[in-house]
């Protein structure tokens, strides 16, 4: 989905405003958009996105407005696209289209969100400082937050109120036993000391992410790198890693260190949805 299809999804979930969504499932033949196209409806026909044009989206638009009234939840509509077959849409086109139209309740999206990947997850490994200041940052561009420390005192909803989770460990060691990463996972790694960076470090290399980022500098990241080798990792292994994180604005405060590593994954992020 393109950046500007998520922000609009984004923003009418958060306003409580319900949409319909049509998506291309199938095609065969000659199509003018392909598997994988999306059209999004506001209730008053405003919409994002296409299906193709022409007919074909004259078409959908007709079947999404219906969908307001009907609320049904998911249809599935076929359309021949060769003007010489019966019931065909006089396109010229020559192929087959089916189109899937889904009635969003944004009070209750279900796997919309999940499905179309409209918020990343930030797993925040330490909750001093730098990770107070940079999880209210991560939820204001659309990342869910998850805040890992071995102190309960510094994980926790109290701390972190409108974070998606906290998550309190016996030992860095054991960091991501209740987290499963995959390939649209930020990893942030800012604990209190460098043997927690290390703990942390040496699991995240091991998991899928889009983006793995450590705090400190290239000295003493060096240091924790020397000791991975010894472990069986390759240099390779670490060309992956943003460290030192976030993006060198000269910043010194925990705030201005927040908004440098934001500012890098933002990068990150807009790089990967032009992929």
Not at 9 to 17: P, T
Not at 85 to 97: I, N, P, S, V, Y
Not at 211 to 235: Q, T
Request: charged share 30%; with cysteine; glycine share 8%.
């Amino acid at each position: 989905m393109s950046q500007q299809l998520s922000y609009f999804a984004r923003d009418l979930i958060e306003q409580g405003e319900d949409f319909v969504i049509a998506k291309v499932v199938e095609t065969s033949g000659s199509t003018p958009r392909k598997k994988g196209a999306v059209l999004m409806m506001k209730k008053d026909g405003t919409t994002v996105g296409t299906v193709g044009g022409g007919l074909l989206e004259a078409e959908t638009e007709k079947l999404c407005k219906a969908t307001f009234e009907t609320k049904e939840k998911s249809h599935i509509y076929s359309f021949v696209l060769d003007e010489k077959q019966k019931g065909a849409l006089d396109m010229g086109c020559g192929g087959d289209a089916t189109v899937q139209i889904d009635y969003i309740d944004a009070k209750d999206p279900g796997d919309f969100v999940k499905e179309f990947k409209l918020a990343s997850t930030a797993y925040i490994f330490g909750g001093g400082h730098v990770a107070y200041a940079l999880e209210p940052v991560l939820r204001h561009v659309d990342f869910r937050t998850i805040v890992i420390d071995d102190r309960e005192e510094y994980a926790n909803p109290e701390r972190y109120p409108h974070a998606d989770k906290t998550i309190v460990v016996d030992d860095f060691d054991n960091a991501f036993n209740d987290i499963e990463t995959d390939e649209d996972s930020y990893i942030i790694i800012v604990t209190r000391g460098h043997r927690g960076d290390l703990q942390v470090l040496r699991q995240a290399l091991k998991k899928p992410h889009a983006y793995l980022g450590m705090i400190g500098s290239r000295r003493k990241n060096r240091v924790l790198y020397d000791a991975l080798l010894e472990e069986g990792f390759k240099e390779e292994d670490f060309e992956e890693i943003y460290s030192p994180i976030g993006l060198s604005i000269g910043s010194e405060t925990p705030e201005e260190i927040a908004i440098s590593i934001v500012a890098e994954i933002i990068q990150v992020r807009s790089k990967l949805n032009e992929e």
